[in-house]
């Protein structure tokens, strides 16, 4: 599991090195478009003010949709008390440095006004990625072409991952008694195949929307995955506060403790509550905050109809 963050960081590398590249003139030739005064000139740092800021709210929480995933491979590694927390610590330095540098050394490249006009004139938004964008428009066709190959091995890591996580989910709620027991079946491997090939169904409905109605299914599609993870994150937020307080009370000391927990866990819950705002403020997208409150109450009274009467679960609270 940690390998395929490893892998994905990896591609991200790439685009920050490719990028950082761009940056060294060639053959004598200076751009003065190349700047790092793009990151507070046309506009101003933010140019749409902090409104701008917090409409974006949602679609950034998208780009980070996943890290919970780290959680599930505290099942798989032999030492998860070591591994676990420092995966963690090394997420937030990855973040700053791939995710944050690379945004710093493509606006760099390119003002962001003309990048979002080369965006809408190639076709919308979400038509391209803006690395291959801002590559193509300097010029640097190869790179161009070396970014679509990096991005579609990212697409597959990220792909490769969610298959692993929703199939491990599945296969758990399977042996809990929360889901249909087919999906507690493996091969001789050990492989639950059927818990694979649910996600996979699914992914082929969604490769057929985006041929059917290509312009908007990709919106529709991000709001979704918002609206799922600020009900996971969620759950995940009340989950920790709840631990926190009963290893309080039984006198059982964190191994690796939050930081200014429970004041950050009241902090994150404001976040998700922010983004539902932001995601019922944008009509292209507010079907999906909508749809936040009548799927948990779906979930509800499916497990009430379906889960068993009594489930004990152990959990080791150190």
Known sequence: ??????????????DSKLASFALVPRRGRVDPNQSISNLWSHGGFLPNGI?????SFA?????FGGVEMLGFAAAETDEPRRVIPKAINQLV?????????????????????????????GGGAYSSSPFVRVFSGIGAHFAAH?????????????????????SRLLYGMALEGNAP?????????????????????????CIVLNYVAPAGVI???????????VITWVVVIVAHMGFRMSSKEKGIAARFPAPLAPFTNYLCLLAMAVVVVVMLLTPAIRVSAIAIPIWMAIVYVSY??????TLQVPVDAS
Not at 51 to 55: D, E, V
Not at 59 to 63: D, G, L
Not at 146 to 166: D, E, H, K, P, Q
């Open 219 to 229: 919106e529709l599609l991000m709001s979704l995955i918002v609206a799922a993870l």
């Open 146 to 166: 070396i970014l679509n190959f990096v991005i579609l091995t990212a697409t597959l890591s990220v792909y490769n991952s969610m298959v692993y996580s929703s």
């Open 59 to 63: 679609f950034i929480m998208f780009a």
């Open 93 to 121: 330095y990855r973040v700053l440095v791939f995710y944050i540098g690379s945004m710093v050394v493509l606006l760099s490249l390119t003002p962001w006004n003309a990048l979002v006009a080369q965006l809408k004139a």
């Open 181 to 205: 027991k087919s999906l507690m079946q493996v091969n001789r491997r050990g492989v639950p195949v059927r818990a694979i090939v649910y996600p996979g169904i699914v992914t082929v409905f």
């Open 304 to 309: 009430r109809i379906v889960a068993p009467k």
């Open 1 to 14: 599991m940690y390998q395929v963050w490893d892998f994905a960081m990896f591609n991200l590398s790439v």
């Open 51 to 55: 409104s701008g800021l917090g409409m």
